[in-house]
Each structure stands twice: as C-alpha cells, then as structure tokens.
C-alpha cells in the first residue's frame, strides 16, 4: 500500500508522516500538492498526508482548492512544529560563513536570528530547503544552510546552530483517502458548502451549527474562481462531547446551501516539545 507526501526527501513532510506513521518508511514523493491529489484520485496511492495550514502563513490554497475539487476525505491530521537550524558541510563560526543558502520562507522564519548573527551574510534562494542542503554538502565556500534535523541527518551535513526560528511555529497535516467519507462521529468534522446570494444566508446557516451547541473552531471563505461573487465556505466543526447527528446535521445544511460536501470526522494530534499529544 503506497502513501503520498510532498517531496523532496528531508522536507517537513517527510517529518511529519514519520510521526504520523512510525512503522511506514518508503513514501511516493509528490513533486506538488495537486500532483498528491492525481495519484490519491486514479488510485496510484492509498492514502497521503498533506500540508493544509501553517500558523503564521494560514490555509494552503492549493490544499484547500483541491479538497473541494477532488473525490477525497479527511481520516486525521496532525500539528509539528516547524523547526529550523542552520547546518554546513564542516563545523564553521558563525563569523566564518560566507553564504547562506535557503527557501524564501525559511529565511523569513529566521530573521531575527539572521539580522544578529548573519547580519553581513550573503544570502543565496533555492526553491526547497532540501536542495539548499544539497548545494551546500557539495558548496568549495564556507557554507550554510537553514533546514530541518531530518535534512541534516540525510545529506550528513554538521549542525551550527539549533532552533534559530523567531516564534513557536506549526503546521498542521491532513491525511486523506479517496472515496467518500464514512459517516461517524470523532474528534471534529469538516465540511465544504456554498449558499444560494441571498441577504442573511451564511447566518442563518450558522445558526444550525448555534441550536446543536457545536463549536466552530475553523471558517474560511474562498471565492470560487468559475463563479464571480460566488464562495464556498470551509468549516471544522468541534464535536466535543456532544453526539453531532452527522446525517442529520448534513441534512439541514443541505436544506439552507447550495452544495454540502462532508470531508469526514477524524482525530487529531500534535507533536511539541514532549512528544505526541492528543
């Protein structure tokens, strides 16, 4: 059985799906978000696990768009932390780095610590920080690279500094399958759905979720882009204690909007500093 996640090798999702499936080892590496999507949808794949939102950037488009889109449901997810250490091919000073090698959004995470300690630094954009670690293995300058454990261990590459991120940082992971979603009751559920334009539509849809109790913990308004001014809405819905009634609950909705897609219950778990917690 094959599972799919966002490659190259050595990324956080690779992090991600070794907690999240401790005894799986050999992974489909994807090359993009929609390419995980084609091989869950023509049955190349099982099962994936895929980025949908990050603390400080918010919901991944291309996850999102494609979870309307595709023939697919939610069966958990799980939060890590997003990590970064700065990492060279020989132990090197600080004072010693000539260049600095990395992904757009890894530098942006690591300013605090580039502006005190790599202020002079010149700096070098690659599309990945695993292929950052890859020039740098093989870079004749005194280089560094900014990445997670895993790349480090993978291109044997020696740790600078650990933990140079400016601010706690997670990003959650999906895991899916094709098909459509079973309905149980766990954790929390998501749900897709437009509504007809009209005044007063979206409260009064809310108001289904108010007389059941249910907690909202997520709701994100995307516009459709084949429907100007038309948008779908994506909630997550806190089950908590309560017994939801799923059918039931979908049945109103469906009432109320025109279109309802129920991307299923699941659980969830993060991994902190002390390990996993549900």
């Not at 990324?11 to 489909?28: C, G, H, I, P, R």
């Not at 690591?110 to 790599?118: E, G, M, P």
């Not at 309802?260 to 549900?278: A, D, M, N, P």
Request: charge should be negative; proline fraction near 4%.
């Amino acid at each position: 059985m094959a599972y799919a996640i966002l490659g190259p090798a050595g990324t956080f999702s690779e992090e991600a799906a070794q907690l999240y499936w401790s005894n799986k080892e050999d992974y489909v590496l994807a090359r993009s978000i929609p390419e995980i999507f084609v091989l869950l949808n023509t049955k190349q794949v099982a099962e994936a696990l895929i980025p949908m939102e990050n603390s400080l950037a918010g919901s991944i488009s291309l996850t999102m768009e494609a979870l309307e889109a595709s023939n697919v449901y939610i069966k958990g997810e799980i939060s890590i932390p997003v990590r970064q250490h700065l990492m060279a091919g020989e132990k090197l000073d600080l004072a010693d780095i000539e260049l600095l090698v990395s992904q757009p959004t890894a530098l942006m995470q690591c300013q605090n610590f580039i502006n005190s300690y790599l202020p002079e630094t010149r700096q070098e954009i690659t599309g990945s920080t695993t292929r950052a670690a890859e020039i740098v293995r093989s870079e004749e300058r005194r280089a560094a690279c900014i990445g997670n454990q895993l790349a480090c261990s993978l291109y044997g590459l020696e740790m600078i500094q650990n933990n140079i991120q400016d601010e706690d940082n997670y990003t959650r992971f999906i895991h899916v399958q094709a098909g459509r979603a079973p309905k149980v009751e766990e954790e929390k559920s998501s749900i897709i759905f437009t509504l007809p334009d009209r005044p007063g539509a979206l409260y009064h849809t809310l108001e289904i979720f108010n007389r059941r109790n249910l907690n909202l913990s997520k709701i994100e308004s995307r516009p459709k882009k084949l429907l100007k001014g038309s948008y779908s809405f994506y909630i997550e819905v806190e089950n908590g204690s309560n017994r939801v009634g799923i059918e039931e609950l979908l049945e109103e909705l469906q009432k109320r909007c025109t279109l309802v897609k129920y991307l299923g219950s699941y659980s969830s778990c993060s991994w902190g500093k002390h390990g996993r917690s549900s």
